[in-house]
T-cell receptor, first 115, second 117 residues
Framework: DARVTQTPRDKVTEMGQEVTMRCQPI?????VFWYRQTMMQGLELLAY????????DSGMPKDRFSAEMPDATLATLKIQPSEPRDSAVYFCASGHSGALQETQYFGPGTRLLVL | AQTVTQSQPEMSVQEAETVTLSCTYD???????LFWYKQPPSRQMILVIRQEAYKQQNATENRFSVNFQKAAKSFSLKISDSQLGDAAMYFCAYRSALSGTASKLTFGTGTRLQVTL
């Protein structure tokens, strides 16, 4: 049963601390997406990778957020320094650009609370 | 830019009954994909159904079906024989089919579905 995995599931931290969220895409998928869900903004795209190369990170605050794919099985999203307004649920999704529909399959999300 | 609108913040349905969730979208593109995702309290985003814009036939998945009206830019979800497990937030999403563009999903604001006994 292939699925996207994300760690940690929940994270509570203090303002100013570094936060690292990890995602393991479904084996064989070559696109990875990071979305953020908040009550005010809903679901919004932060960054998007294809074949490990970043294609779009326009939704991400560049001064404090960074997204990488060290290898095909791991994507990371880092926030440094974290701020209370970063509190949200962060979803990773993966898909395959070769598939006709390139359906995105979501992980369970990381709920981040910055105090 | 594409937009997706879900005008029903909340809906309620009795168990075993049928409910329809509305979604409209705005785009200048002719080729695209539409999706319905379900988010139960566990917060996992689960794909319910997808529709290719070039297909006239409405997609169906067991008790879930869509009414896709391309000219009207409408994409409603019908849930038949509603079950308690269907209670969740439902999000409508759009994705461009143009090559070379970011394949991001544009989501609506969601509809919270309650299922009552």
């Amino acid at each position: 049963d292939a699925r996207v995995t994300q760690t940690p599931r929940d994270k509570v931290t203090e303002m100013g601390q570094e936060v690292t969220m990890r995602c393991q895409p479904i084996l064989g998928h070559n696109t990875v997406f990071w979305y953020r869900q908040t009550m005010m903004q809903g679901l919004e795209l932060l960054a998007y990778f294809r074949n490990r190369a970043p294609l779009d990170d326009s939704g991400m605050p560049k001064d404090r957020f960074s997204a990488e794919m060290p290898d095909a099985t791991l994507a990371t999203l880092k926030i440094q320094p974290s701020e209370p307004r970063d509190s949200a649920v962060y979803f990773c999704a993966s898909g395959h650009s070769g598939a006709l529909q390139e359906t995105q399959y979501f992980g369970p999300g990381t709920r981040l609370l910055v105090l | 830019a594409q937009t997706v609108t879900q005008s029903q913040p909340e809906m309620s349905v009795q168990e075993a009954e049928t409910v329809t969730l509305s979604c409209t979208y705005d785009t200048s593109e002719s080729d695209y994909y539409l999706f319905w995702y379900k988010q139960p309290p566990s917060r996992q985003m689960i794909l319910v159904i997808r529709q290719e814009a070039y297909k006239q036939q409405n997609a169906t998945e067991n008790r879930f079906s869509v009414n896709f009206q391309k000219a009207a830019k409408s994409f409603s979800l019908k849930i038949s024989d509603s079950q308690l497990g269907d209670a969740a937030m439902y999000f409508c999403a759009y994705r461009s089919a143009l090559s070379g563009t970011a394949s991001k999903l544009t989501f609506g604001t969601g509809t919270r579905l309650q299922v009552t006994l």
